[in-house]
């Protein structure tokens, strides 16, 4: 782009210029009841508008895209992905210990970021980000990993394991159409992530590959904290007293300018602005928080009308800080948010960046607080 165009933009009218010729045309319009006034600087096409409240999904803030993405072209939908861990194919070892196999595939995939805004990602599992997993503090984690792509692919896991798995160039790095098999075992118990770490290492991230990993703890190995222990292990009737989400939060440079134009939990602008997580008044949530935004040091998570406590990295059982409002997070850091709507009224309570620009080119969404069903 040129200088003086560059200096005279934002980053959001970026956005939109980098839409244009993502999708090859014109947006027609940003918010809903919105005046929106068409530029032309040379080749580069600008949008900008005036917004106004159209009542609907914006009565906490209006600066939001307006449509919604095709969940069945991108074929994810970051509602499900909220809940949609993959917990692997068990089977027993010879020693009795749970073998728990994934199989992922490296692919190229050209998916809907914000309405009308496709990004040519590098995906696993065909998502963004990819496959949830989780497992049990002490299984034996085995992954298959089929590159299917165009360039050449890893997968790095947070974790505990030898310099084979590391998953690094000479150590687990494969070229198109090459498999390799990852295998440890799941340690420590935590809130982990997993990413490419292909070279450039923050092009291979920010092309969307990446994913959480979470391992769940052990109760039997945690007697004195026992019982905190079986309501993060998935399944067990203590856990089903939680409301778990995982959020992974990330970024998309549209344009190849080294910034980003799209910020995101879970891929699509403003999703959950449109259409709000469920939270039953009184049950406690867990959310599960990665950060994967590349090219901006920091992110955050800032809870309106509430404060939780937090785990850093999720390796421990009693908190790391307790009743705050605002977590922040470097590239690759993660942990547990733990609070509930107890006394609350019901209604929509809007989570975000704090990070004011990252909320308004995508990264804020709402929890629908209602009563428990009778
Ligand atoms: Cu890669």
Redesign the pocket.
Known sequence: MRAWLRESLSRRSLLWGGAAAASGSMLGSIAAGSRTSHENHGDHSVVTTDATPDGSHSAHGNMITVGDVDATRNGFDPSSLLTDWDTGIVSALPDGRTLRTFEII?EDKEIEIAPGILFPA?TYNGRVPGPSLRVTEGDRVRIVFHNN?S????IHFHGIHSARMDGIPGAGEIGPGEEFTYEFDALPFGCHLYH?H?LPLKR?IH?G?YGAFVIDPDPTRHPELAEVARSRLLGTPENQGWQEFVMVMNAFDTNFDGENEVYAVNTVAHHYAKHPITVVRGKPVRIYLVNVVEFDPINSLHLHGNFFDYYDHGTTLTPTLRTVDTVMQCQAQRGIVEFAYRDHETGLYMFHAHQSEFTELGWMGMFDVVEAAA
């Open positions: 490296g590098w792509g360039h050449r692919h890893s490419c292909s291979h092309k590959m």
